[in-house]
């Protein structure tokens, strides 16, 4: 069930102090201020937890809501957050651009740096939130991608903006080995719209570069689960030289040595949240994707998706 927070139950007077807390609450630490005229701010926030995502919905009055210096400075928070229009209009401001966001659209924001957002009437948005070292093993020039409108009427946005809808209306009613596998779906389908937008164009990759990239990625596959993977075995098994695997690899969001650790913690997040491994420690699912210190992959755990293994045990 979504954890609900309103200002409904609370006096006019005290209003929009709650509803700073509630949003603060919900998502990072922030300032609102009622829209041109008004003196409070009146809203509900639904809050569902989807592996290591957020989903949220947000019903409310007009308002500006700003993530200052201050506040970022007050709390090392690092999340990528994605407002995602239902009703009404908003604008996300940040880095030197403004999304516009009519219904079915949606546009990127990061936590780590200043944004405004400026709601002129009454409206509704789902706000997906997500860890920020995530998705910046997906996608690259993250700080290019911010505050840029994505479409929801075609491509890659159409689908995120169906997939969103559906998953809030049924995510109580889905299965708990099914939400890391679901949770991933929404992260590729946010990636994939991200992509398609100018800031993320990198170079062209060669023939041959795109060849060994995909050689690299089917052996970390293959062989994820053993400690002794790293750039130089990699190498040679591929019969390369670690130079020529790093200029085939560069262009890439991350180092490679930074992806497969990645893909490591992404397995273990899988296996946490399956019920059918519950009988197996935290200890365990770590050795068993490769790790060999349980406090070392703690700590990386807790940098890629913002919680402890632990949290997310069925």
């Given at each position: 069930m979504p954890r609900v927070l309103s200002t409904a139950s609370v006096a006019d007077r005290d209003r929009l102090a709650y509803w700073t807390d509630m949003v603060c609450d919900a998502y990072v630490?922030?300032?609102?201020?009622?829209?041109?005229?008004?003196?409070?701010?009146?809203?509900?926030?639904?809050?569902?937890?989807?592996?290591?995502?957020?989903?949220s919905r947000v019903t409310s009055t007009a308002q500006l809501v700003r993530r200052t210096p201050?506040?970022?400075?007050?709390?090392?928070?690092?999340?990528?957050?994605?407002?995602?229009?239902s009703r009404g209009r908003g604008r996300v401001a940040q880095d030197g651009r403004e999304a516009v966001l009519e219904p079915g659209d949606f546009a990127l924001y990061d936590s780590t740096?200043?944004?405004?957002?400026?709601?002129?009437?009454?409206?509704?948005?789902?706000?997906?939130?997500?860890?920020?070292?995530?998705?910046?093993?997906?996608?690259?020039?993250?700080?290019?991608?911010?505050?840029?409108?994505?479409?929801?009427?075609?491509?890659?946005?159409?689908?995120m903006i169906g997939m969103i809808r559906t998953l809030a209306a049924e995510i109580d009613t889905l299965a708990p080995e099914s939400a890391a596998a679901v949770a991933d779906s929404v992260t590729q389908i946010l990636a994939a719209g991200l992509a398609a937008l100018p800031g993320a164009?990198?170079?062209?990759?060669?023939?041959?570069?795109?060849?060994h990239r995909e050689q690299v990625r089917a052996l970390v596959r293959e062989r994820l689960r053993n400690p002794g993977l790293n750039v130089g075995e990699i190498a040679r098994r591929l019969r390369l030289?670690?130079?020529?695997?790093?200029?085939?690899?560069?262009?890439?969001?991350c180092s490679l040595s930074d992806w497969i650790w990645a893909q490591r913690l992404?397995?273990?997040?899988?296996?946490?949240?399956?019920?059918?491994?519950?009988?197996?420690?935290?200890?365990?699912?770590?050795?068993?994707?490769?790790?060999?210190?349980?406090?070392?992959?703690?700590?990386?755990?807790?940098?890629?998706?913002?919680?402890?293994?632990?949290?997310?045990?069925?």
């Open positions: 630490q922030l300032d609102c201020d009622p829209g041109a005229g008004a003196s409070t701010i009146e809203g509900e926030i639904a809050v569902d937890r989807l592996a290591t995502l957020e989903l201050s506040r970022i400075a007050a709390a090392a928070e690092d999340f990528f957050l994605v407002s995602i229009q740096r200043p944004y405004t957002l400026t709601f002129d009437g009454d409206f509704q948005q789902y706000v997906l939130m997500l860890p920020g070292p995530m998705l910046r093993t997906m996608l690259r020039r993250t700080d290019a991608l911010t505050a840029t409108t994505v479409c929801g009427q075609r491509g890659a946005g159409h689908l164009r990198g170079p062209e990759c060669t023939q041959l570069q795109t060849l030289s670690p130079s020529t695997l790093h200029r085939a690899w560069a262009g890439e969001p992404d397995g273990a997040r899988r296996d946490l949240c399956d019920p059918a491994l519950a009988g197996r420690s935290v200890s365990q699912i770590a050795f068993s994707w490769g790790f060999n210190d349980a406090a070392h992959f703690s700590r990386a755990f807790r940098a890629r998706f913002g919680c402890a293994p632990s949290e997310l045990r069925p």
